[in-house]
């Protein structure tokens, strides 16, 4: 079992940055890839990035362009995504979620996210 707990949501104009942290908890926690996604109101959630157990290999959304980067440290059981050039699109609950597969190479979005956080609001103001 993954515990996952985010943190670092807030308030911030268009074009600022913010930074989530997800903080993992599980005797597998830092064998298994990680990843964000959001959802919007109104709206599917959507991938946003993931990377593996070991931060070789890192996945993003076409939309991310270069703004986002997915992080982690093992050391502290810690994955972040730091946002820059942030748009009002980009307002949405963003959740972390880890994966029940030990040890993989790749992370894409359709691999089997079986662990979630609460999520945590990130709020684009124009």
């Known amino acids: 079992q993954v515990q996952l707990v985010e943190s670092g949501g807030g308030l911030v104009q268009a074009g600022g940055s913010l930074r989530l942290s997800c903080a993992a908890s599980?005797?597998?926690?830092?064998?298994?890839?990680m990843g964000w996604f959001r959802q919007a109101p109104g709206k599917e959630r959507q991938f946003v990035a993931a990377i593996t157990w070991n931060g070789n290999y890192a996945h993003y959304a076409d939309f991310v362009s270069g703004r986002f980067t997915i992080s982690r440290d093992n050391s502290k059981n810690t994955v972040y995504l730091q946002m820059t050039s942030l748009k009002d699109e980009d307002t949405a609950v963003y959740y972390c979620?880890?994966?029940?597969?030990?040890?993989?190479?790749?992370?894409?979005?359709?691999?089997?996210?079986?662990?979630w956080g609460q999520g945590t609001q990130v709020t684009v103001s124009s």
């Open positions: 979620a880890a994966t029940t597969r030990a040890y993989t190479s790749v992370v894409l979005p359709t691999s089997p996210w079986g662990y």
């Open positions: 599980g005797r597998t926690s830092s064998s298994v890839g």
